[in-house]
């Protein structure tokens, strides 16, 4: 998903951000954001000033992310695909090798690493496309996390491409913190991005009850783990990206009638 990276917030920042709103914060939506701390602050970043003012923000990761120790041998690889920033990190250094990105915030990181950037799509399925039109022979890596939302690989071999795919990286699941549980329990109405099945059935086991919960989700694929009538409302995103996700969180926001 492609956020900028300049100007994110660190969890450092929350405590002084927070001390600047006024006493009456308590009376405002919640935007409980549960992907990933740094993930989560960018989004965050992402918001219209004034359209993130209107929120009080909580922060509770879901996931979180832990290396394998996995470490790959790209020899003879002719280009790597990562369809998460989470990847880069763990990844060797690129050293001018080719990558093929999903967002623009994992173009960044590949960059920043040495990699050579030489296709950026806005989903893994885009990506697959845009890979066919690129004409890539092979033998291509993904290098991905334990939990994949699609099975690339196999998707590349299915036409032909020599591909493999390494775990760099795992997403471990999280409790909702203390915050979080004691805002779901509160009387606001809270505004919960959902960014993946895994971490959707996650947030509804942790959750207990939905009734104020105003869940934007990437895609019904998604919306598919909530149960029916639970949410206060459901808002799919009108493409599976961090761009639609981020308006779909603001029209919310924006929205007085929010209850």
Not at 162 to 188: F, H, I, N, R, W
Request: charged share 20%; aromatic share 6%.
């Amino acid at each position: 998903m492609g956020f900028p990276l300049q100007g994110c917030f660190r969890a450092g920042n929350t405590g002084s951000f927070l001390k600047q709103w006024p006493d009456k914060i308590m009376t405002k939506p919640i935007l409980l954001l549960t992907r990933p701390k740094e993930s989560s602050f960018c989004f965050f970043d992402s918001l219209g000033p004034e359209i993130a003012a209107k929120a009080r923000l909580i922060v509770s990761p879901l996931l979180e992310i832990a290396g394998t120790g996995v470490q790959p041998d790209l020899s003879g690889v002719r280009g790597v695909i990562f369809t998460s920033a989470n990847a880069v990190g763990f990844a060797p250094l690129g050293q001018g090798r080719a990558a093929f990105c999903v967002g623009e915030r994992t173009q960044a990181a590949a960059e920043k690493r040495g990699w050579k950037v030489k296709k950026v799509s806005a989903t893994a399925g885009d990506l697959l496309a845009d890979l066919d039109m690129a004409l890539i022979e092979g033998p291509v890596m993904h290098l991905a996390g334990r939990h994949l939302r699609m099975d690339i690989v196999s998707a590349l071999r299915s036409r032909g491409v020599m591909a493999t795919c390494a775990t760099v990286y795992d997403q471990k699941l999280l409790p909702l913190s203390d915050e979080a549980q004691s805002a779901m329990a509160g009387t606001a109405p809270v505004i919960a991005p959902l960014f993946s099945p895994r971490s959707a059935s996650h947030f509804v086991e942790q959750a207990g009850d939905l009734a104020r919960v105003h869940a934007v989700v990437i895609s019904p694929a998604v919306a598919a783990v909530l149960p029916e009538g639970a949410c206060a409302s459901i808002q799919v995103a009108q493409q599976p990206t961090g761009l639609e996700m981020r308006r779909s969180v603001e029209k919310l926001l924006a929205d007085c009638r929010l209850a």
